[in-house]
């Protein structure tokens, strides 16, 4: 079921969308997607989901393969008890890779279903959802650019 963000609508996100694809976007149990939020997709825009990993945060301890998400990138512990930022240490951390945003959520939802996603235009960062400026470039080498 589509809905629409707090307080937001399209037009808050969206400032002039010159293309999207109609997908089949993800929602994990228990969560809504808001209009705005980053998608990934690897099929070509059949399907869409978003970041799983969850963000690192400062004075959290991990496991030995824990995964987690630090500026742009995903990164997996190599190391129990590890406090070291992600980045800073390549014994204590491997970089799985950029997490490659490539689509704006258009619609708000609560529930897996087919939805419209932008793959280019202009938006406003400040109104995206697991937005932060290490995806900047990334998103603008999309044709996703930010205002």
Same mark, same amino acid.
């Given at each position: 079921?589509?809905l629409?963000?707090?307080? %937001?609508?399209q037009?808050?996100v969206?400032?002039?969308?010159?293309?999207?694809?109609? $997908?089949?976007?993800?929602?994990p %149990?228990?969560?809504t997607?808001?209009?705005g939020?980053?998608?990934?997709? #690897?099929? @070509? $825009? %059949?399907t869409w989901s978003t970041?799983?990993e969850a963000d690192?945060?400062?004075?959290?301890t991990h496991?030995t393969?824990?995964? =987690?998400?630090?500026?742009?990138?995903?990164?997996?512990?190599?190391? /129990?008890? #590890?406090?070291?930022?992600?980045g800073t240490d /390549?014994?204590?951390?491997?970089d799985k890779g950029?997490? +490659?945003?490539n +689509?704006? %959520?258009?619609? @708000? *939802?609560d529930?897996s279903?087919d939805?419209n996603? *932008?793959?280019s235009?202009? =938006?406003?960062?400040s #109104? *995206?959802? $697991?937005?932060? /400026?290490?995806?900047?470039h990334?998103l603008? #080498?999309r044709n996703?650019?930010?205002?």
């Amino acid at each position: 079921m589509a809905l629409e963000k707090m307080g %937001l609508t399209q037009s808050d996100v969206i400032v002039n969308k010159q293309q999207s694809v109609n $997908g089949f976007v993800t929602v994990p %149990l228990d969560t809504t997607l808001d209009i705005g939020t980053l998608l990934i997709t #690897n099929d @070509g $825009g %059949l399907t869409w989901s978003t970041r799983q990993e969850a963000d690192w945060v400062d004075g959290d301890t991990h496991a030995t393969g824990d995964v =987690v998400y630090h500026l742009g990138h995903i990164w997996e512990s190599l190391a /129990d008890s #590890n406090t070291t930022e992600p980045g800073t240490d /390549d014994t204590k951390w491997k970089d799985k890779g950029f997490w +490659g945003a490539n +689509g704006v %959520l258009v619609e @708000g *939802l609560d529930e897996s279903a087919d939805a419209n996603v *932008l793959t280019s235009g202009y =938006v406003v960062a400040s #109104n *995206l959802t $697991g937005y932060e /400026d290490a995806l900047r470039h990334q998103l603008f #080498n999309r044709n996703i650019i930010l205002k």
